[in-house]
């Protein structure tokens, strides 16, 4: 029986407390393609700050979504871990809802007769 | 050829513009169980101030996933469109993410030797 007992959901709580938290979500898109430096995520961003990317960056390694192996010479090299990987449908499928969104958007506007060109 | 030519990917970047503000998920996710009035909404999200979800109601309103009715008497009560619902398989994609996150790093936990109860 539903007695009004609604409760916000503690996995999506916990889950949007990171991936909520701005940049987070496309550093982990971004390194679906490939491991990369983080100069590399830093031009791929745009406005993100070094501060900010290396905040963010620690944050996801002690979540245990990403991991950096820092070799003999050069600078440290960024990667999903499975945990992190793992992640890629959800991501795909919030890619693909906002691109319907953005479609279906486009086709209102086009359809409002005060859009149309003047004849 | 991979001229390093990253670049964060904009659908993203707008999705989590939207779902990244705290609550937001969490709003979507509990009108995907049934319609809600506003009353409902505020004591199922712990924490949550009237000020803030009136104010992500109204964004959401905004951005064409919830729409509100107004009966003649009684309060408005907010449900989910079409658009809005369509979020749902990315929302049990991310709950299922971490509910095996959550389920992996306990299992690592009890793994530790120093994490046994002593005999």
């Not at 992190?84 to 449908?89: A, D, I």
Request: glycine share 8%; hydrophobic share 45%.
């Amino acid at each position: 029986v539903d007695h009004d007992a609604l409760e916000a959901c503690p996995k999506l709580t916990g889950a949007f407390g990171l991936l909520g938290k701005r940049w987070n979500a496309l550093i982990l898109d971004l390194l679906a393609v490939r491991p990369l430096r983080f100069s590399q995520l830093d031009q791929a961003i745009p406005g993100i700050s070094d501060r900010m990317l290396g905040e963010r960056l620690r944050e996801l390694v002690a979540a245990g979504l990403l991991e950096h192996d820092r070799p003999p010479q050069g600078p440290a090299i960024y990667r999903l871990t499975d945990a992190g990987r793992s992640l890629q449908p959800a991501l795909e499928a919030i890619r693909g809802w906002w691109a319907k969104l953005e479609h279906d958007s486009d086709r209102a506007r086009a359809a409002l007769p005060a859009s149309r060109p003047a004849r």
